[in-house]
């Protein structure tokens, strides 16, 4: 019996279905989404690289022993007299060099926080777009359901017909043809919900054997920018992307700063001790002795021929600043490009909205027309089941045209920097 449970249990854990709102899916993609949480840990790197590059100015201190016993002439082991202990201290106190490395490294780590800004918006958006997709394909695949029931009560009213003779045999083929596509349309609907039920829950964060499903709520659109021209605008002020670029810019202009100082001077403090033993026979060689022996100054250090790696590093930083400035200015024109599209692709769907509700609005009445036709007996059963699936076919225009207006402006807010304060 337990063996039989433990092979009944993975079973358990792959048939888990999580239903959570938008709200919640957002909040799950943002704390345990794989690309942020890979992003984060870049960012965090990046501000370690900021601690590693400033730990030079801080005082180094190591104590050790070059313990040795001496015959003949105390010599030197590692560039230091023999001793019981050794303690030796260190620190940058001016070295330009290495203070653009630092200050290159903090705007490195600036960097990396907006690109983890970066690849939060880009998480958001595509959370938002799959669970709309899952919502679209969830709805649509209930209509397909009723359209089924509906065709399926025409074709057994045609058929009836048929048998009855009262309408040529064609006509029970179209009848069977139009279940069929129904059918067709409905499996393509049952199976593009189970992918994107999948993606979603990988995106948030799940294994891929679970399953998230979306949950009826009722959420205000994002609101749109004035006008077009605004919208570019707030595209290109609130873009990531080419804050992103401006600030590897500046990190390459630290970095050649950087390779500049290497002419200048250098200074270090430099400090050590030694504790001296007899038995090393320093009484023997020299005038004096004392056991305990000290050392403070500062080291100067003044660079005459640094040769031409420095202006070689700088032409190929140079260059790369220039591949950054055309790639600034590319990303600048697809930003205006995709915010003017999306903006026009917004009054594209708007228009269609409207086109297929007022569809919906005449099946529907058509609907209503054919059940009173009824009652007089003059309509039949199949009539109104025709004008009933009619009715659900316009119910998911209506749908998929609501879905891609909604879908349109949480892409444009995203373009221009709203997409979390829309969410919120």
Do not use: C
Not at 255 to 276: C, K, M, N, S, T
Not at 294 to 314: D, K, M, N, Y
């Amino acid at each position: 019996m337990r063996a039989f449970t433990f092979l009944f249990l993975p079973t358990l854990v792959v048939a888990q279905v999580h239903e959570i709102s938008l709200k919640q899916a957002i909040e799950l993609a943002l704390k345990q989404n794989p690309d942020v949480m890979l992003a984060r840990l870049d960012e965090q790197k990046a501000i370690q690289a900021v601690h590693i590059a400033r730990d030079p100015f801080t005082p180094r201190i190591t104590v050790g022993s070059g313990l040795a016993y001496s015959s003949g002439f105390p010599m030197s082991i590692e560039g230091a007299a023999p001793s019981i202990v050794q303690a030796r201290a260190s620190q940058f106190i001016f070295n330009r060099q290495q203070s653009y490395v630092v200050a290159q490294a903090r705007e490195e780590a600036r960097g990396a926080g907006i690109a983890t800004a970066e690849k939060r918006d880009e998480i958001i958006y595509r959370t938002t777009a799959l669970f709309l997709d899952v919502e679209r394909a969830t709805r649509l695949n209930e209509l397909a359901g009723k359209q089924i029931d509906s065709l399926e009560k025409v074709r057994q009213a045609v058929q009836s017909l048929v048998q009855e003779g009262r309408v040529l045999p064609i006509e029970g083929k179209k009848a069977a043809l139009s279940l069929a596509k129904s059918r067709q349309i409905a499996e393509s609907l049952d199976a593009e919900q189970e992918i994107g039920e999948t993606t979603l829950a990988t995106v948030l964060g799940f294994s891929a054997e679970e399953r998230v499903r979306t949950m009826n709520e009722d959420r205000q659109p994002p609101e749109m920018p004035a006008n077009e021209e605004a919208a570019i605008e707030s595209a290109i002020q609130f873009s990531k992307q080419l804050r992103r670029l401006e600030s590897g810019i500046v990190a390459k202009g630290l970095q050649i700063r950087g390779e500049r100082a290497a002419r200048l001077p250098r200074v270090d403090l430099v400090a050590q001790y030694g504790l001296f033993a007899k038995f090393n026979h320093y009484e023997d060689y020299f005038r004096t002795f004392s056991r305990h022996n000290g050392q403070l100054g500062i080291s100067f250090q003044l660079p005459v021929l640094p040769g031409p790696g420095i202006s070689a590093a700088q032409a190929q930083l140079e260059t790369d600043i220039a591949k950054l400035r055309i790639e600034m200015n590319n990303t600048r024109n697809r930003i205006i490009t995709d915010a003017r599209q999306t903006y026009r692709e917004i009054r594209k769907a708007q228009t269609a909205h409207e086109v297929a509700r007022l569809d919906l609005d005449v099946a529907r009445d058509q609907v209503s027309v054919n059940l009173a036709l009824q009652q007089e007996g003059r309509a039949s059963l199949s009539q109104v089941e025709e004008s009933r699936a009619t009715e659900n076919s316009k119910w998911i225009a209506y749908y998929d045209a609501q879905y891609a207006l909604e879908k349109a402006r949480w892409n444009l807010a995203r373009q221009t920097g709203n997409l979390l304060a829309a969410l919120r």
